[in-house]
């Protein structure tokens, strides 16, 4: 990602690879589960993708690095969490919304295992085509994120009633996912620790926020728990626009340097 990330079309590059990500995530569930129906043996994807495993791993080992990567500065991970808090305060809660609406609507749906599958699968498709359609378009990182907020509340309304809005999620995470990494490579050096960051608190997003509305759900019910990541999600509209793109790089500055 960092590699991506320091490349003249980064944005056109990042959304090549989360395309990838997330195909690899489909293939991979819609694949193992189909050789563990049709051979009657669970394992078989596992042994299968195992296997798969050495075929990168034999090309990462030979291949070389095809220019210099800056040197990265540890000295800089503090300040930069600092700097840019309210990017990975985005990060973290619009990546675990997802994580939230995964696994609390199976809770109370009446759908069977199987087909409630399909809508989340539909999820990962719907980032596919989001990232690789936002990453050619000339859009500034913090009004994306802001717009994206916005939706992502409908997004998870949407979601409560229906699992139709699975799609609607994941095709405003790829929006986020897309700006955030554009607003970072405006950071120019530091790329690995701005994406180690990065990685970090969507992470964070996706494992802590299900674990929180879990608890809610515990106390106070679906409702309330889906209407609390409405609100946290809300809170983004406002804070995202206290972060500054740092140089000339950051696509915004860059479409007024140009602009008439």
Known sequence: MSYVNSLPDHKRMSGYLIATLNA????????????AVFLHQPAAGVILFTALSFLPAGVILTAREPRTIAQERPGRILPLVREYRWLWYSSVILVGITGIASSLYPGYSMLSPDFIGLFIASMSVATIVAVLVVSCLPLQPITIIRFSTVFMALGLGVTYFSPLGFAMLGALAGFVMIAQMAFLAGIGENQG????????????????????????????????????????????????????????????????????
């Open 193 to 260: 620790i701005a994406m180690g960051i990065f990685s970090t608190s969507s992470y964070l997003g996706i494992s802590l926020l299900p674990f929180l509305a879990g608890i809610i759900v515990s106390r106070l019910g679906y409702a309330v728990a889906f209407f609390a990541a409405i609100i946290l999600s809300q809170k983004i509209t406002f804070t995202i626009g206290r972060c500054k793109c740092p140089d000339s790089r950051c696509p915004e500055k860059t479409e007024r340097a140009t602009g008439p």
């Open 24 to 35: 690899g995530l489909v293939t991979g569930l819609a694949l193992s589960g189909g050789l």
